[in-house]
């Protein structure tokens, strides 16, 4: 739920924030409906695809030698640090082998892996996360620690909610990887071109929250991932 204002961690009660806290403070119903909504979708959807989930483990772990999951630390709603889960797309220890966002090209990524990104599949378990509380089904996607430390002010007020599995920023964004894939410096790129369009977005989803736009969001993502 939403934290008062005074309880609010001392870098997000700042003026940038401010506007975008009160908002959603008129909105604690509403945010109360789509908590109650991610726990039992989640709950529901994970009874549902338990058998698919483990097969794709299954096929994971004889595509490549490492784990099946990918638990990288993200940041979600106040600056706290999660372990995200997604299934492993790239081989073992990717992380220490290249930059954190990947462009389409990327070696590292393994030939299941290019399968499961395709279809959305690697994060399929995340729905554990919104079932932990650490995310949403629709939220502002969770960021790297690294790229929260270059925020800008204004950006903290993404913080305000739990990171999620999709929004409007993620659809505008979903060929992501193809993009970055035309830069010689992916970090840099991301920070400086795709970061400051995502979070325009992802602040005006936040100023104009509604379960009606969040529900809209969702068909839209299922119809891209189904065509």
Known sequence: MLKRW???PD???IPQVRPYWES???KKGRLLVKRVFDIVIAGMLLC???????VIAFMIKADSRGPVFYRHERVTAYGRRFRIHKFRTMIKDAENLGDTVTAAD??????????LRRYKLDELPQLIDVLRGDMTFVGTRPEAVK???AYRP??????LLPAGITSEASIRFRNEEKLLSRSEDVDKAYLTRILPEKMKLNLASIRSFSLLKEFVTLLK???????
Not at 106 to 115: E, L, N, Q, V
């Open 6 to 8: 005074e309880d609010l």
């Open 11 to 13: 870098f997000m009660r």
């Open 24 to 26: 959603l403070s008129e």
């Open 48 to 54: 549902i695809l338990l058998i698919p989930m483990l």
């Open 106 to 115: 990327d070696a590292r990524i393994t030939p299941m892996g290019k399968k």
């Open 147 to 149: 790229y929260v430390e």
């Open 154 to 159: 204004g950006y903290y007020a993404t913080l």
């Open 221 to 227: 993502t299922m119809f891209l991932v189904l065509r």
